[in-house]
């Protein structure tokens, strides 16, 4: 008999049925564990979970927060709602279920693989149903989905038939790597880009870098150039505890690194990434402005990132989302990601539709607003790993 529940802990779920569900995912089960270990100030962090009897069916995280309606805008328009933010807060606000992750790359949503075609779509139903009862019993007007992949057919479809809306949201940045070394990935690049990377590097010679699984010695540090990059960033959701660092470095047994950027003696940055054999995501960069445009320290992070791929077999380096310009420049490609959302009232449902078009993330995005559409992949990847990722940096 299927039966759903909402849990507070990945332990409901267990980490051999999130494996076998989500086997690929470099955000699996130690990764969510250890954001729910770190905690973040403003989100509760659920779980819901499809059971027949004690065989997990289907999983998904969820969270519920007072979520700003211009989080994705930028430029203008941002500082005209935060000036209607100081006068009227409660007109931006509203309390929102959310399916995914506030600090994961993709809507992680696992369904037991021996389940046939008309079992995946029961059970995707039931998820999405419990999802619009949590909102009812939480009193929350707002019900969404982040982070969706355009690839992900099975949830879009089961999305739709609960009534959900579709709403472009970041595409996430990502390069294959099918390259020897690091000379054959910067010849192809543009011979403009090219020239001009290799001298960022011999400008940065002085920098030293290291990496870390361990960075207790200097966890200050690297919070003071979290909350750098953070307040440059017009683009903001949540903000990440100092245990999220240390927490996901020690949960992922092997698959996280910190590459440590020093000059003199000095922390310049840091570069916090998750990794297995196949792939390699770039969670979160951190610099001052100004020491980082001195040495180039966001390029020298990506060339530094390439050649430990390169170096390990990686073949996809997923880069997030935002700073589109510097990543298509670096040989990125596009793949687009799906928000989707309704409101129990039906006249704020609809105004929410009406409104939609001007609050969807790319429209503000400076890069993606004078593409006609996403780049997309060539060949289809793997589903790429943040409506609010971190890795936003003035580069």
Known sequence: MIRVEVAHSAEAIGAAAWRACLPHEVEGYDYHRAVELAGIEGFE??????????RVLAFAPLFVTAYRLDSTLQGFWKRVTEALARVAPALLTLRMVCLGSPAGEACAVGVAPQLDEPMRRCVLDHLMQALLRLSRERRAGLTAMKDVAQLDAELTAAAQRAGFHRLAGLPTASVRLPYASLDAYLGSLGAATRKDMRRKARAAADIVVDRRTCIDDVLPRIVELYAATRARSDLQFEVLPPAYFTRVLAEQQGRASCFLYWHDGRLLAFNLVLHDDKRLIDKFFGMKAEEGRRFNLYFLSWLNNVRFCIDNGIGLLVGGQAGYGP?????????????????????????????????????????????????????????????????????
């Open 327 to 395: 990543k298509l420049r670096l040989g990125c490609t596009l793949s687009p990601n799906w928000l989707f959302f309704r409101h129990r009232n039906r006249l704020i449902d609809a105004l929410l539709r009406l409104v939609a078009g001007f609050l969807r993330v790319d429209r503000h995005d400076p890069v993606l607003s004078g593409l006609s559409e996403p780049r997309a992949p060539s060949a289809p990847a793997p589903r790429p790993a943040r409506l609010m990722a971190e890795r936003r940096i003035s580069t």
């Open 45 to 54: 962090l659920l779980y819901v979970v499809v059971r027949d009897d004690d």
